[in-house]
């Protein structure tokens, strides 16, 4: 059972006897099952539940804020993530980078979503100097792995040299596609300072 079934089944208050019918409708009917367990105890679950979303969200780590300063004051970028709840009951996650105003509680920098700023880093990938042998030390690496997991599902060995590889394209795919711990670490191999202004980088 995946944990997105999970939590939907401990947020049922079916479980304790009210239901709503149908779902979304703001329609309640007590049920005339037998309580499988108490109020108390489902409330105790949605507590516990919401303590353990807050220390995970107050953890989590961000792809560009520690390599980004604010380019208006120069103070830190942090961000903030939204959720949006969909009809299927899943998510949708938003990140936006702002800054921290550490400098200047009044400064006007103003908010960008990742998904913006990814685009913006990418056009700028071919203006951009990177540390050539900090890149291309990351592609080696990338090729490796790619060549185990080739012999492993298929079988074959095919010959990929750095050479064959686009550095300014293996960049601009790590940036979109990359866990956040890549995008870090890539873009500690610039040359130069990632300043956000105005929305813009």
């Not at 400064?107 to 990418?122: A, F, M, R, V």
């Not at 012999?151 to 060995?157: D, H, I, P, Y």
Request: charged residues 35%; proline residues 1%.
């Amino acid at each position: 059972m995946d944990k997105q079934t999970n939590n939907r089944l401990l947020e049922n208050t079916f479980y304790y006897g009210p239901f709503e019918y149908p779902k979304g409708s703001g329609n309640w009917y007590q049920g005339k099952h037998e309580s499988i367990i108490t109020k108390e105890l489902f409330d105790a679950v949605q507590q516990q539940m919401k303590n353990s979303q807050l220390v995970r969200r107050e953890n989590i780590e961000f792809a560009f804020t520690k390599i980004t300063k604010c380019g208006l004051c120069g103070s830190g970028i942090s961000a903030t993530e939204k959720f949006k709840k969909l009809k299927d009951g899943s998510y949708n996650r938003h990140v936006y980078y702002g800054c921290t105003k550490a400098r200047d509680k009044n400064c006007k920098s103003g908010y960008i979503s990742e998904e913006e700023l990814i685009k913006q880093l990418q056009k700028l990938v071919d203006s951009l100097n990177f540390k050539k042998i900090s890149v291309q030390d990351k592609i080696r690496s990338e090729i490796k792995r790619f060549k185990k997991f080739q012999v492993l599902a298929t079988g074959k060995n095919d010959s990929i040299d750095l050479i064959d590889v686009d550095t300014r394209n293996y960049i601009k795919f790590l940036l979109k596609e990359g866990d956040d711990q890549e995008k870090r670490d890539l873009l500690t191999c610039l040359d130069c300072e990632i300043k956000l202004k105005n929305k813009k980088i």
